[in-house]
Every structure is written in C-alpha cells, then in structure tokens.
C-alpha cells in the first residue's frame, strides 16, 4: 500500500511539511471556508503553495497552529509542536522578505496573501492583539494599492478572494476597538458587485461578497457620523439623505436574495446555514446603521421585532449545524463570525428580558470558535451586562424587567489580548443622563477555556 506522503513526495518541503499542507487541505480548509466554500482556501492556496515557499511555510504554520490549538489541544507533544509553527512562520517571513528585496509585479499580492495568512496563524494561536496588526497592514496594503490593473491574470482569483476576506475581517478592526481600514466599494474586478439598481445572485458566493460591501459601507458612514456627533442642519439632512440610500440598497441585497433563494428551492449543494448567516449579519449592520444619530441606548427598544428574529435564525443554524451537543475539534472553529458576533450584539443591546436571555443562552450552548471571538468570555461577559442592568430591577417579574437608559451599559470595554482568566471588563454607562459624565465600572471575570 502506498502511504499518503509517498503520495505526495513530488511535493516540495520536508515529509513533516507535505503533511501539514495536506492537513491544511483535509481539514484547515474547512475551519477557515466555514458555511461557505470559496475557492481560496480549497484550490488556490494550497496550488500557490507549490511554486511559492513563502506561502508554504506560512500554509504548513497555520495547520500546525490548527492541529494544537483545535484539533489536538492535549497532546503531549504540544511544545514541539508550538517550536515548529514558529520555525515555520519565520521562514516564511525570510522568504517573503527575500522576494520584496528583488520586487517583481506580482510582490505586492505575494505580501497581501501571506498577510492574509498570518493574521488567520494568529487568531487561531489566539494572539488577538497580532492577528488585528496583521489585518490593520493588509488593510492599508490594499486600500492604497487600489484597483488590481497591475495584477498578473493568474492572481486576479486570489486577490479577489483575499480581498473580501480582508472585507469581512476589516469589520473585525472596527469591533475590537481599532480604526476601521477605509477600503472602498467599486475598483474595478475587486469588490462587490454594484447595488444600484436591479440586482440579482447566482451564488450563495455572490451574495456575501456583496453583503461584504454594504456592511463595510455602512459602517464607514456611521464611525463618520460618530465623529461628529452636533452637525449643522443642512449636514445632518445630507447624512440622513445617505443613511437612506445605504438603507435602500441593504433592501435591495434582500429582495435579491430572496429571489436566488427561491430560484435555488431545497438545493441540496447548498449549505443552508450560510444563507442565514448573511441574514443576520444583513440584521445587525441595518439596526448599527438606523441607529447612529442617537445619543442614548433607548434607540435599541425600537429593533425589538429585529432582535427576535436575529434569535431565531441564530438557533435554526445552531440547529442545523453537527453535533449540537459536542462539537467535535474538526468543526469546532471558524475563521470568521458566524453567529456569535449578532448573538453579542443582540445580548448587550436588546433590552427585552426574555429575548436577551434567549440569545445569551444560545451563546452558552453555542461552543464553538468562531475568529476572535472566545465563546466563554464574550457569555460572560453578556450575563454579567445583563445582571448590571437588570440590578434595581430583581424584584420584578422577569418579562418586565427593562432598564432606563441611567441603568444601561453603553459599552463593556475588553483588553485587546486577553492572555488568561480572569480578565478585565469596564462597563460604561450614564447614570446622569445623556449630558452627564461617563461612569465607569471595573470589574472581572472568569471562564473556562
């Protein structure tokens, strides 16, 4: 019988190496591909893996980093392994800096694809404060390098790919605390695809990368708003006038999916969770972009309708995913958000009693990783903002237990890294009314791993 290494000894690196880029194929895939299966990580990585070592070492350090950290976090053998993901990262810098000493056209994507890499290595190493250095670098990489007019045709597919992927994790920045990278919609060949007008998916695919561009958009148009929280009146009318076009085509990209949805009927090749997932996410970016003038936290009473069906499709995809009960290490991580960023939203933000408690105790079910996002401590923390708030108010039933703005948590603020428990959390709120000076609340808390 031939062993799968004889398999691949054509390959280039060490027999260690092939079989982590083959682990990479069988299974790191998948965590990175998550509900969805876009061709960067499944075909074009592990091809480009073959003529270009930096991205081999960068490849084979991530499946290692997977293997120990995921798949087979008690091995005995994980300090050894830990020294190899480092020796491997380090000889991907050493030949990526090689390349840049030499440029070629084709450098600035071999820089942007390794970047892509490292900050992926790092969130699964879970080296929060690392992984949001590397994606504020590609960020700005790509934000200045602009359209793709000097990209060879082979790495047209990579950079489209890498570069929504940059999109969706670029919103990352912005919710842990970081200055949102300013990329923008409509280089040509790049981004997504326009919504003005009529619109319409083919793919599950198109639809994401579309959604990449509208919640990128709108949440550049609220920090720009934030940034000026008393415009003049003719300002304010202009904003407003903007809100609503960002509105019209969020409800655009709706009526477009719904359409592809139908067309598409029971399809069997089509992971149903991905479809809701971009649902909710559509849900959260809307409620982030109607709600950005207000200067309290009451604004949120007025999503009740959203934040309840932002639960249920959270659960259909917790229901629709394997082992609900024990999620086994192969699909027990995800490179990006899923659910776990609109269930935070919705348990911090949503201040009907019963809703809340429902989103927050599918957090606590819900034991998977997905990105930055640790389950334990974001459950957590999302208890310990509802006990805050919900503090004078224990001696009500629970259906009528709803905070004034005085008793609301503005913001729960987390270290960038957090390294062990316990870990810090500062609760800011207003307890003399919007005008009033913020109050800040120190306090910690525990979790299991």
Not at 74 to 90: D, I, P, R
Request: some cysteine; charged content about 20%.
């Amino acid at each position: 019988m031939v062993s799968p290494d004889h398999r691949l000894i054509l390959r280039p690196g060490t027999r260690e190496e092939r079989q982590y880029v083959d682990l990479f194929c069988s299974q790191t895939s998948q965590a990175l591909s998550g509900f969805f299966s876009p061709q960067l990580w499944n075909f074009q990585l592990p091809q480009l893996s073959q003529s270009e070592p930096t991205i081999r070492h960068a490849i084979t350090a991530l499946s290692a980093a997977h293997e120990r950290a995921i798949l087979n976090p008690s091995a005995e053998n994980a300090a050894v392994t830990e020294q190899f993901v480092l020796q491997q990262y380090n000889k991907s810098i050493q030949y990526l800096m090689k390349h840049l000493t030499t440029p070629k056209p084709q450098s600035v994507d071999l820089l942007l694809v390794t970047c892509g890499l490292f900050v992926c290595l790092e969130i699964v190493r879970g080296n929060n404060k690392q992984a949001l250095n590397h994606l504020a670098a590609g960020a700005t990489i790509l934000h200045k390098r602009g359209h793709f007019a000097n990209a060879t045709p082979q790495s047209r597919d990579i950079d489209r790919e890498l570069s929504h992927l940059f999109f969706r994790l670029n919103m990352q920045l912005s919710l842990f605390g970081r200055p949102l990278a300013p990329l923008t919609i409509g280089h040509k060949g790049t981004l997504p695809p326009s919504t003005e007008g009529n619109i319409s998916f083919t793919t599950i695919e198109e639809a994401r990368l579309c959604l990449d561009g509208l919640m990128n958009k709108a949440l550049r148009f609220v920090r720009l708003s934030l940034q000026n929280p008393t415009p003049s009146a003719i300002t304010r009318m202009q904003q407003r006038q903007k809100q609503q076009d960002i509105k019209e085509e969020f409800d655009a990209w709706t009526m477009a999916l719904n359409k592809m949805m139908a067309r598409k009927g029971n399809s069997k090749t089509l992971d149903r969770r991905g479809p809701l997932t971009l649902q909710l996410h559509h849900r959260v970016s809307l409620i982030w972009l109607r709600a950005c003038f207000a200067t309290d936290q009451m604004v949120f009473d007025n999503f009740r309708s959203d934040f309840e069906a932002m639960t249920r499709l959270a659960e259909e995809v917790f229901r629709l995913g394997p082992d609900q009960e024990k999620p086994s290490p192969a699909n027990g991580f995800f490179l990006e958000s899923g659910i776990t960023a609109p269930l935070w939203f919705t348990a911090v933000k949503c201040r009907d009693p019963i809703i809340r408690r429902k989103a927050i105790q599918i957090l606590s079910d819900y034991r998977r990783r997905e990105g930055m996002w640790h389950m334990g401590i974001f459950f957590k923390v999302a208890e310990l903002v509802l006990e805050s708030e919900e503090a004078e108010l224990s001696s009500l039933p629970i259906e009528k237990r709803i905070p004034e703005d005085r008793q609301r948590v503005y913001d729960p603020i987390l270290p960038e890294e957090i390294v062990a428990s316990p870990c810090q959390v500062i609760l800011l709120s207003k307890p003399h009314g919007v005008d009033g000076g913020w109050h800040k609340r120190t306090t910690y808390i525990s979790w299991e791993s």
